[in-house]
């Protein structure tokens, strides 16, 4: 009924939990990232933590391994299930050897016992078996005593220990059966949240559909960012470096025009300069040659200097000839003409032109966006008419009534398992209690026989509390005759089922054997490769099996992977967008994108170009200028020579002279300051533009002509982009249906992992488990156990109760040893006895008498005598009828008082 209810809900569920689902957030690489499915929150918690009783149960289990080592019989199992049942029945023994030998011991105790007993009993009364009231006076009699009480005291607290077990597991099993309601109620609520949680799941799944249309929509809008701004990047590496070369060339012309501008400026200053440098050094020149033909020359002293200034000024004249250099007004005109049409905004131009391939592409698939957004709304509708086409909600009905049904059954059935629980519990207490009943005597007998023993009276005169506990001591020996074989009966019984309970049904459950059983071939459909298959009627060839099925379920998976509903659902099928999917492409396909209209340069910028060509700054003498800057200004160092030249001065007298020369040394100093060096500083400048002008037209051709074929070649490969083209929509159009494909990855996924997660199931069949191994059998197990254990031992606790009881009980006769004799009558005069007193006639005198409870004795004895006076009324008081023992030992005494 189970399986006919649920089965057509799981494979429902299959069917709808198949839908998409994807709560999406697009990172850079494209990739979807989903939110999570709504999980199922379950309460139940199919665990058992035994606590300080999981140390006896594990026990009772070592005890069963030791009783059974075997393995656990799947092949004997198989078998038998087969009906193959006489060929195994040497198997199944060989493997119940151990409970076997068990139960055979325990029924030779059951029918001993009671045969025991009753002999026992029978060779009591006639005065054999210790029936005789004789005690033997022997010299180790204290020790024997002592060790026979210890003996019993020990084996009565292992009685104890075995019925307290027996006790505690008992109502353990009572304790936790009371919470077998709550735990069937958790169970039954976690099926209800299964039910209810599976719609909202599946609707989820449906639902987030939109989320991925709304993600290729959006990727649709922008096909010119996206698919646009591709093209662009892979044209960008033969389009932006012409355009970067063509930028390069117009900065190249501006850099030109500023340099033959400084050039042609600098050239015409020092052009100027020169020829006023050289009119004050002439000046200079004359000034000094009409100081020298003065008098003042003519003396020998003066004459060697005048001489040597004199020899001196051919050196005041100017070094550099800037004159002799051709301007360059030719070449700066020709560049400023270039410059009138600004090539640097035809470049700019072109770079926006490049810009906007995106926009271009976006306006060219137009149509292509509105074909694909069609198909999206399709694929919508199929997935909402799908969805439309499920019975969910009856079949989840259907299965909510069935649990409800059996919860009601359940509820039902709790009053009975109550009641019988209750009669369990009375019928194990009432066991205990029969233990507990011989183990009082046993005690009562040791403490009154303990405490009231005497160790100066003799086995006649003991007192009535020592006798008190001899004979509570027979009658724990009684009840255990009466009893023992009715708890072994119940051990027995117990043992057997309890014990293969746990080997062959709990252990396997927890190793996981027991699945390898149900899922043996043949037992359910011959045809069928497992149980579960051949159950739900799936491919023969399917391998599901029920540990499968459970481990899947333990890990709170999808029940349609747990259950392998891709067999009899095929969700890809269903799932299939393949058909949509080449209905997109095609519309990819169709796409053409035009990039004629992408202008990198255009005529007048080439124009541009090769009218810079012609501007001729590539032919100007650059090395003649280089040559003439690097010369110095003058021919000599105008300072030194001022200052060589004062001093000479030195050597003048005072006079005209020497003042003439000091004025002129003064004008030559002030011409190189003022004139010297500016004249120096424009030449560096006109150095640097030189350099900087042969630089810029260095190879100016070639590289102009390099430029044009860049850029001429970008302008082919832009026109021609049509591979280009197609490989970016390729890969755009592979990125939509890529959404489309994570997405129904993820719906696998989330079916296998989270929708639907089967756990209640599995928590069902643990809590079987829990209750049906971790409370019933191994409490059960437990009870036999300590049951067991104390009926065991009742054995040497009877005997040495029995053993014991004579030390304690008052005896009719002793052995007596007397020097002196006196005769004893019987009731018909048959016997007569002579007793031999050991006590010296020195030691009788006259004592306090002890008073006895039969007949009070004359004052005058002693306490020996006195004693030996009461045995020998003991015999005197004996009855006729006499055991053979005694007969023997009292002729024996006759016969050695007449010798």
């Avoid at 076997?100 to 002999?119: D, E, I, Q, S």
Wanted: hydrophobic letters at 40%; charged letters at 15%.
């Amino acid at each position: 009924m189970v399986v006919k209810v649920v089965l057509p809900f799981l494979l429902c569920w299959g069917v709808i939990s198949g839908q998409p689902q994807a709560t999406t957030q697009q990172g850079d690489s494209g990739a979807l990232q989903f939110g999570s499915v709504p999980p199922g929150v379950y309460e139940t918690l199919a665990s058992y933590e035994p606590g300080p009783m999981g140390a006896l149960f594990y026990m009772v289990n070592t005890f069963l391994h030791v009783v059974q080592p075997n393995p656990f019989p799947e092949d004997i199992i198989v078998q038998l299930v087969r009906g193959d049942l006489q060929s195994q029945y040497s198997k199944a023994a060989h493997y119940e050897m151990g409970f076997l030998v068990c139960a055979a011991l325990g029924v030779l105790f059951m029918v001993l016992m009671p045969l025991v007993g009753f002999c026992f009993c029978v060779c009591r009364c006639c005065e054999n078996c210790g029936g005789e009231m004789h005690q033997r006076q022997k010299k180790n009699a204290n020790c024997r005593r002592s060790a026979l009480a210890g003996a019993l005291f020990v084996t009565s607290l292992l009685i104890t220990a075995g019925v307290v077990i027996a006790y505690a597991a008992n109502q353990n099993l009572s304790n936790q059966l009371k919470g077998v309601r709550r735990l069937v109620n958790s169970n039954m609520k976690d099926l209800q949240t299964f039910v209810n949680q599976t719609p909202v799941q599946i609707d989820y799944l449906i639902g987030q559909y939109t989320t991925t249309e709304r993600k290729v929509i959006s990727d649709l809008e922008n096909v010119g960012p996206l698919l646009g701004r591709e093209v662009r990047e892979n044209l960008a590496s033969e389009c932006l470096p012409a355009l970067a070369g063509v930028s390069s060339m117009a900065s190249d012309m501006w850099e030109t025009q500023r340099a033959l501008l400084n050039m042609n400026q600098t050239l015409e200053v020092l052009q100027n300069s020169s020829k006023s440098l050289q009119a004050n050094l002439s000046l200079v020149n004359s000034s000094i040659n009409d100081a020298l033909r003065g008098p003042f020359c003519k003396d020998n002293p003066a004459n060697n200097v005048c001489t040597s200034i004199r020899d001196s000024l051919s050196q005041l004249c100017i070094h550099a000839n800037f004159s002799r250099l051709a301007s360059v007004n030719q070449q700066l005109s020709k560049v400023n003409d270039v410059l009138q049409t600004n090539l640097s905004s035809i470049v700019q131009k072109g770079y926006a032109s490049f810009n906007d391939i995106p926009d271009l592409v976006k306006n060219q698939t137009k149509s292509t966006i509105t074909g694909v957004q069609n198909h999206l709304d399709g694929i919508s509708t199929d997935i909402t008419n799908f969805s439309n086409k499920l019975h969910l909600q009856a079949i989840l009905k259907n299965f909510s009534n069935y649990v409800s049904h059996v919860h009601s059954l359940v509820e039902d059935v709790y009053p009975q398992i109550d009641r019988a629980d209750f009669y369990r519990w009375t019928c194990c207490v009432t066991l205990c209690c029969l233990v507990l009943l011989i183990l009082t005597f046993t005690f009562l007998g040791l403490l009154c026989g303990g405490c009231g023993y005497d160790r100066h009276a003799s086995p006649t005169t003991r007192g009535c509390v020592s006798n008190t506990g001899g004979n509570l001591l027979m009658a724990g020996a009684g009840f255990t005759f009466i009893f023992s074989w009715l708890l072994m009966v119940f051990v027995s019984l117990t043992f057997v089922i309890g014990g293969n309970m746990e080997k062959l049904v709990c252990e396997p459950f927890e190793s996981q054997q027991l699945f390898k059983v149900i899922d043996t071939l043949y037992l359910s459909n011959p045809d069928a490769r497992n149980f579960i298959p051949a159950l739900l009627n799936h491919n023969a060839e399917v391998n599901l099996t029920v540990e499968s099925l459970y481990s899947k379920c333990k890990e709170n998976r999808g029940i349609y992977s747990a259950l392998q509903l891709d067999n009899v659902f095929n969700l890809t099928g269903h799932l299939d967008m393949s058909a949509h999917m080449q209905d997109i492409s095609k519309e990819f396909n169709s796409v053409n994108v035009d990039l004629n209209s992408i202008i990198l340069l255009d005529p007048s910028g080439k124009a541009n170009l090769l009218s810079f060509n012609q501007t001729g700054v590539d032919k100007i003498n650059y090395p003649e200028y280089l040559a003439e800057v690097n010369k110095s200004i003058t021919v000599v160092d105008l300072l030194l020579f001022a200052d060589n030249l004062e001093k000479q001065l030195t050597q003048l007298p005072s006079g005209a002279l020497k003042s003439s020369l000091t004025v002129q040394v003064s004008r030559i100093r002030d011409i190189y300051y003022k004139q010297v060096i500016p004249m120096q500083n424009s030449t560096t400048t006109l150095s640097q533009s030189v350099q900087r002008l042969q630089n810029l037209t260095s190879n100016l051709p070639s590289r102009i002509a390099g430029t044009l074929t860049v850029i001429d070649g970008a302008q082919k490969i832009t026109h021609n982009a049509t591979h280009i083209i197609t490989q970016e929509t390729g890969i755009y159009r592979d990125r939509l249906i890529g959404y489309f494909q994570q997405y129904i990855n993820w719906v696998k996924t989330s079916l296998a992992m989270d929708v639907a997660s089967c756990k209640p199931f599995s928590n069902v069949m643990d809590s079987v488990d829990l209750v049906a191994c971790s409370f019933v059998v191994d409490s059960l197990n437990l009870f036999w156990f300590g049951l067991g254990w104390a009926t065991v031992l009742l054995l040497p606790s009877l005997i040495l109760s029995v053993r014991l009881a004579k030390f304690y009980r008052r005896m009719d006769t002793e052995d007596v040893y007397d020097d002196m004799e006196i005769g004893i009558n019987g009731y018909h005069n048959e016997l007569s006895l002579s007793v031999q007193s050991t006590v010296p006639m020195s030691e009788m005198v006259p004592e306090p008498l002890h008073p006895y409870p039969c007949d009070p004795i004359p004052p005058g004895f002693s306490s020996s005598m006195q004693d030996r006076l009461v045995r020998v009324r003991n015999l005197e008081l004996k009855p006729i009828g006499r055991s053979s023992s005694q007969k023997r030992r009292m002729l024996s005494s006759q016969s050695h008082m007449t010798t």
